[in-house]
């Protein structure tokens, strides 16, 4: 079963209906995604079934064990030989299980079971009313400064929706960079974005900066979304299917059969590079590529904690998973002409992300805009257009989510009076009184620069070492200047950390539950092992390199 | 397998530096031993390193070679030549010094914390930089090099901004703000120079397709690996820059002074007589080895950058008033010399420089920690706050003298004889610039005399009039350094012995003979 067959079902529509197959879904192999979206369904039921004083246990429990088993789902499936051998295309054509699809879908979940502990972490605020609280609003209908507000403050709702919204949207990212068609692609994007904007919006403090990152994000993704769909139309147009490897064919020239209905359009150039420039363009948005980044900055800042995490790593993983396809399965033959707009892309969100970063006092502004250099860094990679650029890519992103998503664990400790203290002059003097903390944090940003034995710097090697290879030399040099300047402003915050005297009325550090210590601990972790030991996960990346066609 | 001899040398004070910063808070005094045996252990190591070393012998020895990261093409894969060597004798030798002469630098002065260890932190640091430094000098694989040439940069930083010293003419607040300043100067100079040249390690690697020195020197000589001219002299630039930056060579020197001033004695020790000879040193193994033919073509250029920084760092520090700004720039001319012999191309030269780095190192130690202990009794940097400081502590001031003199390389002190080296081997192929770095040496006689005269001589001021000679502890740290100078200005030939042989593989490896004597060539 492979892409023709769907073609000829809408070809074939006009026939007697007893000639069309029942559709063959291999559910074994959808596993993961299929296990993270029942969970996520279990978890509405909770939401409706369950008492309110049993909502979060439950609620935790259920997406922990899902994400665990979902996991399992997955080093099972490459174990059988899903992401080598027995690569295929699943699910009449919508899904390819090959090893770049199970890489990524093992990092994004991984990185959603950490990002879950971050969730469920509810030892950072003080208790309100007798009742522990987590960074999630009480109520997020209510209009923040009510009295709706504060009576759900009392009684002491959560919103435990968080979980199931958090489920759909990892469902939604397994399915991203393993669609194999743009419809199934378009369904992955609006189902993972949807509960992240959803999410943005339910910050316990700060509820009205983080409402506006919400509508912010929400509006821009619709408009990203749009363009991504007016893309696909256009490219349905070109090529008469939705299917990559269909399109595939007829960019490559092998497929020169006119469907009849669209013989004024098929095979029109303009529509298929208009169609791939939209479609990228929609990519490139939810990846926070310049100038497609604008959003990256608000959300970030103006979404709770475990959120911005969770999305900073995930998203990108994601985001890169469905680029890397739709460039490497769908678009080879145009490599010509899309390689010197992704260059020019790559260059300005290298030195964009990076100049820009300098000048910002928040701590998560900055970690926005150092995610939009990394995207740059990351992108130059893409661009390699060779196995060793797909491998590259994934090791980064693997070695990446984890930095990220310790990084902004540590950012949600450090709090004062008014919730978490992100102004980077409250960070002043944090190594006297915190040194465990500092020192933590130091290292995730040591790994952000790219410094020799961390995750950051072997990530860094390889994708620039895919780009040298494959022929783009100024681009690396490019990422090393950018390199030099992003280092600036990530040792900014370490001298202020290490070398500032202490302010009398500054934050402190919260001490977590043991779930946000795991998620730092794993963070470190894998900053330090992917650092000084990575030739096992560059292995795997390596055999996780090709795609399914 | 035997021994990993060369590992346990760089392990034994990475593992000291985990084990100090571990020591509770309270236990400040037992850090700091610890922190000693261990550098002294160390060092006993690194002459067991000099002992087993066969100066005739394989030009790698004691080598060590595992698979790391075979996706990179990189191998973990050690050896020592006679440079090398010398250089890790002189690294092991100087730490317990250092060690020794910043034994109160870094009491907590305030309560902070009681996690607050800043006592356990210094000591830990410069043990880790002692770790990184041994395996940059054994590193026989450039990626293996690269890492630890840049990781470096970390412990280093945090020496330099973390530490300094108590007093400061503008009180402690804009002593904070002047150590943040130096260490991040100090920072992104290194690291733009590191990622110049990961760059160009990267571009290596798409020429040449593994790091190994051995496999890329025997690529190239059967000729199965072929490197076009102009990608030769873009990777040895992106080489070149960095090691020029950490060297540093004028105009890439700026950082030195700052870091140097800021940081305690012993920490600007640390950062000129070991951390730069990475940069030296690296020029020969990896500059001249990898890329000869584009170290032959960048010669003319990078000598008269070398004696750029002779003259023009001896004139700069003619004219300082801090003491430490002052070492920083002797030092800076000094670093023209070792790189003039380097690029000279004689043997005469590069034997030199070799011994020069070795004799810098020791006299460097020597000068700079005297001026430590001369600082922080009187709280002041600046040179004219002191005066015959030689009526009232006569050991301190001799001993002073002693390492001025050996920094002005005075005939009977070590670094006479590989100054003198690096001149006649400049001389017999560039006489000119040989006559003009010899300017450097009567600019040395200057600002050394100069500062003892100020310092030392004249009448007593007041406020140094109570200043106590050198204690036990600080005796020990400079006696035997004083020694060696006295022992290497008179028998340098235990260094040479083992420098020599290396010297001429790397002449070999650039296909230069020594010129030969002026006679004959006249026929």
């Not at chain 1, 894998?526 to 650092?531: D, K, P, R, S, Y």
């Not at chain 2, 030549?81 to 317990?96: K, M, R, S």
């Not at chain 2, 010094?97 to 910043?102: H, K, R, S």
Request: aromatic share 10%; hydrophobic share 55%.
């Amino acid at each position: 079963m492979s892409a023709a067959a769907v073609h000829s079902l809408w070809t074939t529509a006009a026939d007697p209906i007893s000639k069309i197959d029942a559709p063959k879904i291999e559910y074994g192999q959808l596993s993961p995604t299929l296990i993270v979206v029942g969970a996520a369904l279990v978890g509405v039921l909770i939401e409706a079934f369950v008492p309110r004083k049993g909502r979060y246990y439950a609620q935790v429990f259920v997406s922990a064990v899902a994400l665990c088993a979902a996991f399992a789902a997955v080093v099972a499936l490459a174990a059988d030989g899903y992401g080598t051998t027995k690569a295929h295309i699943a699910a009449m054509g919508a899904v390819a299980v090959d090893g770049p699809a199970l890489f990524l879908q093992g990092t994004i979940l991984l990185a959603g079971l950490v990002g879950l502990f971050t969730f469920a972490e509810r030892r950072l605020d003080p208790e309100a009313h007798g009742n522990r609280v987590d960074s999630f609003a009480a109520q997020a209908a209510s209009v923040p400064g009510s009295d709706s507000e504060k009576a759900a403050i009392r009684a002491g709702f959560t919103t435990t929706e968080v979980f199931p919204l958090l489920l759909f949207a990892i469902a939604g990212m397994l399915v991203f960079p393993a669609a194999n068609d743009l419809l199934t692609l378009f369904v992955a994007l609006e189902v993972f974005s949807l509960p992240l904007y959803l999410l943005c919006a339910v910050a316990r403090r700060k509820r009205l900066m983080s409402q506006e990152a919400a509508v912010k994000y929400f509006l821009l993704g619709a408009f990203a979304s749009a363009f991504t769909l007016f893309g696909i139309a256009l490219l349905y147009g070109y090529a008469g299917s939705v299917s990559y490897a269909r399109i595939a064919q007829v960019v490559d020239g092998t497929v020169t059969n006119v469907d009849p209905a669209l013989a004024g359009t098929m095979g029109n150039d303009a529509l298929l590079l208009l169609g791939s420039a939209l479609l990228v363009m929609g990519l490139l948005f939810k990846v926070g590529a310049v100038p497609f980044h604008m959003w990256t900055p608000d959300v970030y800042q103006g979404a709770p904690t475990p959120v911005t995490g969770f999305m900073a790593a995930a998203t990108k993983v994601a985001a890169f998973g469905a680029l890397l396809r739709l460039l490497y399965v769908v678009l080879p033959g145009l490599r010509w002409d899309w390689r010197p707009v992704m260059w020019a892309v790559a260059i300005i969100t290298m030195l964009g992300g990076a100049i820009v970063a300098i000048t910002q006092t928040d701590i998560k502004r900055l970690l926005a805009y150092s995610s939009i250099a990394h995207a740059g860094f990351i992108l130059a990679g893409v661009i390699a257009t060779s196995k060793d650029g797909v491998s590259s890519v994934l090791f980064y992103l693997a070695g990446y989510s984890f930095v990220t998503i310790g990084a902004f664990a540590v950012v949600a400790l450090v709090r004062d009076a008014g919730g978490e203290a992100t102004h980077l002059s409250k960070w002043a003097g944090l190594g006297r009184r915190s040194p465990l903390v500092a020192a933590v944090f130091a290292v995730f940003l040591l790994a952000f620069a790219g410094i020799p034995l961390t995750s950051g710097f072997a990530g860094k090697f390889a994708v620039f070492k895919a780009a040298a290879d494959g022929g783009a030399v100024p681009l690396v040099v490019v990422g090393v200047l950018s390199s030099a300047i992003a280092a600036f402003f990530y040792i900014r915050v370490i001298v202020l950390m290490f070398f500032s005297e202490p302010r009398p009325e500054g934050p402190t550090v919260a001490v977590p539950s043991p779930l946000t210590t795991t998620a730092i601990a794993v963070g470190v972790a894998a900053t330090l092992v992917l650092g000084v030991a990575p030739q096992y996960f560059l292995d795997l990346a390596n055999q996780a390199g090709v795609f399914v066609r | 397998m035997s021994f990993p001899l060369l590992t346990a040398t760089a392990a034994l004070p990475a593992l000291g530096a985990v084990a100090t910063a571990a020591v509770p808070a309270a236990r400040r005094t037992a850090a700091k031993w610890l922190a000693l045996l261990v550098s002294l252990a160390t060092l006993a190591l690194a002459v067991v390193v000099l002992v087993r070393f066969d100066p005739d012998g394989a030009r790698y020895q004691l080598t060590e070679s595992h698979a790391w990261i075979k996706a990179f093409g990189v191998r973990y894969e050690l050896g020592v030549d006679g440079i090398a060597v010398a250089l890790i004798a002189l690294t092991a030798l100087l730490i317990p010094f250092i060690v020794l002469a910043g034994w109160h630098d870094a009491d907590p002065l305030e309560t902070g914390s009681r996690r607050w260890r800043p006592t356990q932190g210094f000591f830990a640091l410069i043990l880790a930089v002692e770790a990184m430094v041994i395996i940059s000098f054994e590193a026989t694989d450039v990626f293996v090099f690269y890492i630890f040439f840049e990781a470096m940069l970390i412990p280093m930083y945090f020496l330099i901004g973390g530490f300094g010293d108590r007093a400061h003419e503008h009180g402690e607040e804009a002593a904070a703000t002047q150590r943040s300043y130096a260490a991040v100067k100090f920072l992104l100079y290194n690291l733009v120079g590191g990622l110049i040249m990961l760059a160009a390690v990267i571009g290596l690697y798409v020429v040449a397709g593994n790091f190994s020195l051995a496999e890329i020197a025997q690529a190239r000589a059967n000729g199965t690996l072929h490197m076009a001219t102009s990608t030769e002299r873009w990777l040895f630039l992106g080489f070149f820059f960095a090691f020029a930056v950490k060297a540093p060579l004028w105009p890439l020197h700026t950082w030195l002074p700052n870091a140097m001033q800021e940081s305690t004695a012993p920490v600007a020790v640390l950062i000129t007589a070991v951390v730069d000879k990475v940069g030296t040193f690296a020029m020969l193994r990896f500059c001249l080895q990898l890329f000869p033919e584009a170290s032959k073509w960048a010669t003319p250029v990078i000598l008269v950058l070398a004696v750029i920084s002779i003259v023009y760092g001896a004139l700069l520090a003619v004219g300082q008033r801090d003491i430490k700004r002052l070492v920083a720039y002797a030092s800076i001319s000094h670093f023209g010399f070792i790189v003039l012999g380097i690029f000279a191309m004689t043997s005469q030269g590069q034997s030199g420089a070799t011994l020069y780095m070795v004799n810098h190192g020791i006299s460097t130690a020597a000068l700079m920690l005297v001026a430590g202990f001369l600082i922080s009794r009187r709280g002041s940097r600046l040179i004219a706050d002191y005066g015959g400081v030689q009526k009232v502590a006569p050991v301190l001031a001799g001993t002073f003298l002693i390492g001025g003199l050996a920094t002005l390389s005075l005939p009977g002190l070590a670094p006479f004889v590989s100054e003198f080296l690096v001149l006649v081997g400049t001389f017999t192929r560039y006489p000119a610039i040989g006559v003009v770095a010899t300017f450097g040496i009567v600019l040395a006689a200057l600002y050394t005399l100069v500062l003892y005269q100020r310092t030392m001589t004249g009448p007593v001021k007041p406020e140094v009039s109570a200043m106590p000679d050198l204690r036990a502890r600080e005796l020990v740290v400079v006696a035997p350094l004083i020694v060696l100078l006295i022992f290497l200005g008179v028998y340098p030939k235990p260094v040479t012995d083992i420098v020599n042989p290396a010297v001429k593989q790397t002449m070999s490896d650039v296909q230069k003979k020594d010129p030969k004597p002026e006679v004959e060539a006249a026929k």
